[in-house]
C-alpha cells in the first residue's frame, strides 16, 4: 500500500545508507496528522526495539535518540500541520484500514529485522538517525501528509 511507502520514506534512506519519549505505535482514534508523526517515529522506535533486544548496551543511546527525536520531529511538524489546520481530511481520525495497513507493514519490518547482523546493523542505524537532517524528516513528513491525504481520498471513493 502507498500509505507503508510514505510513512518508510522517513526511514528507508537511512536503513540503505551506512553511516541512522519512546514513540507508541499508531493506534484508533488519533487525527491523521497525529497519525503521520506516530508513524515516523513508532517505525524508528521498532529499530531501536529490535536494535535494544538484539545489543543491549545499545538501550540507553536508542533511548536518548527517540526522547531527541520525539521532540525534534515534533516541533519539525508544526509549520508542516498549519497548512493542514482546516483540513477536515486531515484532521478527521484514522480509518482502521489505514492503521491496520500500517501495523502489518510494521511486523513485517520486525520479522526482517530478526534476521540482521545486529552488530554491524544497529550502531549503523544510531548514527544515522542521529545525525538526520531536520530537511530530511521534513520532507519524509512532507510526503507522508500528502499520502495519506491522496490515500484517505481514495477511500472515500469506495
Partial sequence: MNLCRAI???????VATPSICAAEPPREGVTVAQFAIQGVLSRIQTYADVCTAKIPSLGPDFQDLMRGLNARVSQIAKPLLASYATDPL???????????????????LRQ?????????????YLVNYRTASDDFFRAGLEHTLATLRQQLEELGKH
Fill in 90 to 108: 486531515v484532521q478527521g481520525s484514522t480509518p482502521k484500514v489505514l492503521i491496520d495497513a500500517y501495523n502489518k507493514w510494521n511486523q513485517d
Fill in 8 to 14: 518508510g520514506a522517513c526511514v528507508a534512506l537511512f
Fill in 112 to 124: 526482517q529485522l530478526a534476521g540482521m547482523d545486529a552488530a554491524k546493523q544497529c550502531p549503523t
